[in-house]
């Protein structure tokens, strides 16, 4: 079982709509929590990160962390076709002497419908 | 240049060969990181190092080698190539003095036949 679940998805919104996207973590001692896009064929590229309970807004987007639930979200707002992609969550901190390191969820595969 | 670069962008390679994916950061961050990423199973670590002359395993590190002689540069060597390492491969830094996040190069793509 992967220490961060995502469901796979697809997840299809119409365009303008909100979009959200979830996952969760199995260590407590995560300390950070990170979202990543991905566009087929490309590398993951850094959206937000989070490290306290709460929301955190960027622009459209919105991460929220709920360590007592080990759960993160990403909600993207006024959803565009271009946000078409694979959101990846990761998590640092997770029984590792590796400084840094994360651990990557599967990722969540988006399709924002014009 | 500005961030990570990574050479080869893709490569046909037979099986027996050895191969090094080539690795450069211009961002002075100390810590690199390398991953390999196949359809279904996400991205996997393979090594990373926390700072120059350093380096450790990852979750999959076997048939891998790494090298940090310097700051800037952390290539991957396959000895041996088999087709299971045919994979889509990323390369990563980050500053261990922030947050954690890390920044990724455009990725070498694979293929060991």
């Known amino acids: 079982q992967k220490e961060v679940e995502q469901n796979s998805g697809p997840l299809s919104v119409p365009e303008g709509a909100i979009a959200s996207l979830n996952c969760t973590y199995s260590?407590?001692?995560?300390?950070?929590f990170f979202w990543y896009r991905q566009y087929s064929g490309k590398s993951p590229e850094l959206i937000m990160f989070i490290y306290s309970n709460g929301d955190k807004e960027d622009g459209r987007f919105t991460a929220q962390l709920n360590k007592a639930s080990q759960y993160v979200s990403l909600l993207i707002r006024d959803s565009q076709p271009s946000d078409s992609a694979t959101y990846l969550c990761a998590a640092r901190g997770m029984n590792n002497n590796a400084g840094n390191m994360l651990t990557f969820g599967g990722g969540t595969r988006l399709m924002v419908k014009p | 240049i500005a961030g990570i670069t990574q050479a080869p962008t893709s490569q046909i390679l037979a099986a027996g060969r050895r191969m090094t994916l080539r690795c450069t950061q211009d961002?002075?961050?100390?810590?690199m990181y390398w991953y390999r990423q196949d359809l279904g199973l996400g991205l996997r670590l393979i090594h990373y190092s926390n700072t120059a002359g350093t380096t450790g395993k990852g979750e999959v590190p076997d048939g891998y080698s790494v090298s940090r002689a310097n700051t800037d540069d952390f290539p991957l060597t396959l000895a041996s190539a088999v087709p299971s390492q045919t994979s889509v491969y990323f390369c990563?830094?980050?500053?261990?003095?922030?947050?954690?996040?890390?920044?990724f190069g455009p990725g070498t793509r694979l293929t060991v036949t």
């Open positions: 990563a830094s980050s500053d261990t003095g922030t947050g954690g996040e890390q920044y």
């Open positions: 260590d407590r001692g995560s300390q950070s």
């Open positions: 961002m002075r961050h100390n810590a």
